[in-house]
């Protein structure tokens, strides 16, 4: 069964603006993808703070219009537990839209960090989250199969993994440097639509904050190390943080993003599936 990938937030944990700051170019929700097979089931790839509007924007696609399904997304599965990966999953607790046994596919870390902690445990404990962890394959729906791909990334509470669905997609928004991921050239080339990790355009972006200390790889490096793979495949940025120049169309720095051959994601793009 084929489907419909859609990017519901493109921005960094902290959205596009963040909280007192005035951002670059278009307001961006928080990173987070979708995808709505053509028989309107549902699974949710990280769940932002911004979770209601996202979902709120999957009513405009037409399979998702068709459901009748009591939740929400029939499927959840999350990166990692940063603030902006997760915790948008207080909207499925008994204060809110009262989820009923989400199957939720997160990593054995992820998993038992939310059964260890408030407000994460009452979701689990309620029966509003299902979890289910190991890093798959598993063949959610006919059609919609998931992978968890363990990457390199500041583990202070979780583990990370990056998101393959289908083998067609490869969802990696937080990453701490490509070259610490020894299979970053082969995950890229298996799949055929990349959307990947695009915090930062360069080391000086927020004065006064060391980079050091949030590690991410450079625009300039993830083109230098994938634009060889760009002919035959889409390679698209995202996480952009609310300083980054490509995330305004018009500047040098996505100009040059595009001339390389990649995309800079921008909320609600739609790309269809082949399913398999
Ligand atoms: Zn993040
Ligand atoms: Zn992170």
């Known amino acids: 069964m084929a489907g419909t990938l859609i990017v519901l937030g493109t921005a960094q944990d902290g959205g596009n603006p963040q909280l007192g700051s005035r951002g670059r170019g278009r307001p961006r929700l928080v990173s987070s993808v979708a995808v709505v097979m053509d028989d309107g089931s549902t699974l949710l790839a990280d769940v932002s703070p911004d979770v209601k509007a996202q979902v709120a924007r999957l009513s405009e696609v037409e399979a998702y219009q068709a459901r009748?399904?009591?939740?929400?997304?029939?499927?959840?599965?999350?990166?990692?537990?940063?603030m902006g990966h997760y915790t948008g999953l207080v909207q499925f607790g008994k204060e809110a839209h009262n989820a009923d046994r989400i199957p939720t596919w997160v990593t054995p870390s992820m998993a038992a960090f939310l059964t260890a902690n408030e407000p994460w445990r009452s979701l689990v404990e309620g029966g509003h989250l299902d979890l289910r962890s190991g890093f798959g394959p598993v063949l959610l729906e006919p059609g919609l199969s998931l992978r968890l791909v363990p990457v390199p990334h500041r583990a202070e509470l979780t583990d990370t993994v990056g998101i393959s669905i289908n083998d067609e997609v490869l969802f990696v928004p937080d990453i701490d440097s490509w070259a610490d991921w020894p299979d970053a050239q082969q995950e890229v080339a298996r799949h055929r639509v990349c959307l990947l990790d695009a915090s930062f355009s360069s080391l000086d972006e927020i004065p006064g904050r060391d980079l050091g200390q949030i590690p991410h790889p450079l625009v300039s490096d993830t083109i230098e190390r994938f634009g060889h793979l760009a002919a035959d495949r889409r390679l698209i940025l995202t996480h952009l943080n609310h300083t980054n120049p490509v995330a305004e169309p018009d500047s040098e720095a996505a100009a040059v993003v595009r001339s390389a051959g990649f995309e800079v994601a921008e909320d609600l793009m739609e790309i269809h599936l082949d399913g398999n």
């Open 68 to 82: 009748s399904a009591r939740n929400a997304v029939d499927h959840i599965t999350l990166t990692h537990g940063h």
